[in-house]
T-cell receptor
Framework: AQSVTQLDSQVPVFEEAPVELRCNYS??????LFWYVQYPNQGLQLLLKYLSGSTLVKGINGFEAEFNKSQTSFHLRKPSVHISDTAEYFCAVSYGGSQGNLIFGKGTKLSVKP | DADVTQTPRNRITKTGKRIMLECSQT?????MYWYRQDPGLGLRLIYY???????NKGEISDGYSVSRQAQAKFSLSLESAIPNQTALYFC????????????FGPGTRLTVL
């Protein structure tokens, strides 16, 4: 079955430290990969997406992610986090090509401490 | 003005009551979705629609129904609410292709007592 696994449910980190949020997906020939962020009491908004081409994609707010086909992973990274990055982050995968719907991971809560 | 709006934003109701959650969008998108979010479970797809005449069940459609009244409007109904349906509900829209970004509304927090 198609699935998305976010390996950490909570990640505490100090301000200005680097962070990596991990995401693995079940293997498929054609996938589109997304990271969304949900700030407290808000809906989700897109951070970045991978459709094709360069395996390193850059998004908003200094985040980036690397697509690794052999590892079926799409980990999210930021070299230096801010208090304002405190939020819940969702990895999502579209498996069905142009007709696919998103399957979301269960989310990782990033807590940035001063 | 927000591109995707949801009403109400909060609702408390009792077991057995019929509830309707409404979603409107001004993005001109064809695809619309309803998700529910539960702590620790992420977002799960309830229903989705490609256009006014196309409605599809998602992962967890039991106990829910939807209506696509127009391209811009997509409503979710709970015919007889149960406490297990207490959750945060999101509407989203996107272009037709699977690689399109989804745009989310602010959510409706529903509590069923």
């Amino acid at each position: 079955a198609q699935s998305v696994t976010q390996l950490d449910s909570q990640v505490p980190v100090f301000e200005e430290a680097p962070v990596e949020l991990r995401c693995n997906y079940s293997s498929s020939v054609s996938v589109y990969l997304f990271w969304y962020v949900q700030y407290p009491n808000q809906g989700l908004q897109l951070l970045l997406k991978y459709l094709s081409g360069s395996t390193l994609v850059k998004g908003i707010n200094g985040f980036e992610a690397e697509f690794n086909k052999s590892q079926t992973s799409f980990h999210l990274r930021k070299p230096s986090v801010h208090i304002s990055d405190t939020a819940e982050y969702f990895c999502a995968v579209s498996y069905g090509g142009s007709q696919g719907n998103l399957i979301f991971g269960k989310g990782t809560k990033l807590s940035v401490k001063p | 003005d927000a591109d995707v709006t949801q009403t109400p934003r909060n609702r408390i109701t009792k077991t057995g009551k019929r509830i309707m959650l409404e979603c409107s969008q001004t993005k001109g998108h064809d695809r619309m979705y309803w998700y529910r979010q539960d702590p620790g479970l992420g977002l799960r797809l309830i229903y989705y629609s490609f256009d006014v005449k196309d409605i599809n069940k998602g992962e967890i459609s039991d106990g829910y129904s939807v209506s696509r009244q127009a391209q811009a409007k997509f409503s979710l109904s709970l015919e007889s609410a149960i406490p297990n349906q207490t959750a945060l509900y999101f509407c989203a829209t996107s272009g037709l292709a699977g690689w399109n970004e989804q745009f989310f509304g602010p959510g409706t927090r529903l509590t069923v007592l």
